[in-house]
């Protein structure tokens, strides 16, 4: 009696693998499986690259606008708290001529502009408190409109404060 030999665990290199295929059906091809894969690397790489380029092409524009918001946004933030800060020197200036924007918002933001002008109200009238209109502008690139930020602030009027 024959000892059992387990062919499915036997390792064979792959030259044996296709000699025997060769010996044992001779009309059978001489690839099959991986051995066919010749030029499926090439084309791999290609589908690869074109479905990067999609996802980039996608993901590109998206990345952009949500950096020029943020851009925006950090000018809104920066502005407002330059607004308060002008607020509360022109509470305590004697008048507005010799305020201005500060050194570091002015580094920032070269193209801004400070703009101080009083409100004229009815209501105002009666009041001790006279209304103050802050603006910080900054003008738009292009076709995109001025950016503009604007603070009202009531200050004792000039006979009151005297």
Known sequence: MKPSV???NRRRRPSQARAERATISPAAPACR??????GSLLVEMVVCTIMLSVVAAVLVPGIHAIHKQRKATRFDTCA???LNNLAVQIAQAPTTDSVVLSDWFSARYPDASLEIAPITADEAADSDLTP?????VRPGIGARPDVKQTLVTWVLSKEQAE
């Not at 499986?33 to 010749?38: E, M, N, Q």
């Not at 103050?132 to 910080?136: E, F, G, N, T, V």
């Open 33 to 38: 499986g991986a051995d066919c894969r010749r």
């Open 132 to 136: 103050i209109r802050i603006a910080i």
């Open 6 to 8: 387990n062919i499915i």
């Open 80 to 82: 407002l708290i330059e």
